[in-house]
């Protein structure tokens, strides 16, 4: 499975847009990416997965270059519940025997 | 996430216990896995399984033993605890079709004296 890079930490203001990097330039053509988030000691929560195309839910979206070498998880509005580490991880679909690989992750810290 | 549920929620033992910590769920997944989290670690695979009959080894499964009594229950044995299984156990489940995501249960904080 591909590695990612995610920076360590970020801030962001309540009400305001967090964007969260992450970078994955060795991903190859059946990997996806994911993105889960885990709140203090909390079981680790998933929030979206793509492939190739941009994808939204009511958590998030989530913004994957065409190169598909990096990609950007948008909490449109933060909250101060929306504090947490959040971890991009790269893995193939249906031939993956499913090992998730977490990283460090973002630490996103909200602020009122 | 409610659909996976698991007991007990806190655990404190002695050195040398057999422990036994329950997953269920009802997301009628296929598939069920065991990791466990240290301080300042990532999660890391225990063991993992993709229906009743097939239990596979992760990456760190040595002290541990598994059993799959139906599709919707994975248990996670210590036959002797040692001080270092310590941790935090999150168990998951997953659709087997595709990309399906992994949902993980709340976890279990188990100290071992």
């Known amino acids: 499975d591909a590695k990612t890079t995610q920076p360590p930490s970020m801030d962001c203001a309540e009400g305001r847009a967090a964007n969260l990097p992450c970078n994955h330039s060795?991903?190859?053509?059946?990997?996806?990416v994911y993105w889960y988030r885990q709140i203090h000691s909390q079981g680790p929560q998933y929030i979206i997965h793509?492939?190739?195309n941009n994808e939204t839910n009511e958590m998030a979206s989530l913004i994957i270059t065409e190169d598909r070498k990096s990609s950007t998880l948008i909490l449109p509005h933060a909250t101060l519940r929306d504090t947490a580490v959040y971890y991009c991880?790269?893995?193939?679909?249906?031939?993956?025997?499913?090992?998730?690989?977490f990283g460090a992750g973002t630490q996103v810290v909200v602020t009122p | 996430d409610a659909d996976v549920t698991q007991t007990p929620r806190n655990r404190i033992t002695k050195t040398g216990k057999r422990i036994m910590l329950e997953c269920s769920q009802t997301?009628?997944?296929?598939?069920m896995y065991w990791y466990r989290q240290d301080p300042g670690l990532g999660l890391r695979l225990i063991y993992y399984s993709f229906d009743v009959k097939d239990i596979n080894k992760g990456e760190i499964s040595d002290g541990y033993s598994v059993s799959r009594q139906a599709q919707a229950k994975f248990s996670l044995s210590l036959e002797s605890a040692i001080p270092n299984q310590t941790a935090l156990y999150f168990c998951a489940t997953s659709d087997s079709t595709g990309s399906q995501p992994q949902h993980f249960g709340d976890g279990t904080r188990l100290s071992i004296l």
């Open positions: 060795t991903i190859s053509g059946n990997e996806y």
């Open positions: 793509g492939l190739k």
């Open positions: 991880i790269v893995r193939g679909g249906l031939d993956s025997w499913g090992k998730l690989q």
């Open positions: 997301k009628g997944h296929d598939r």
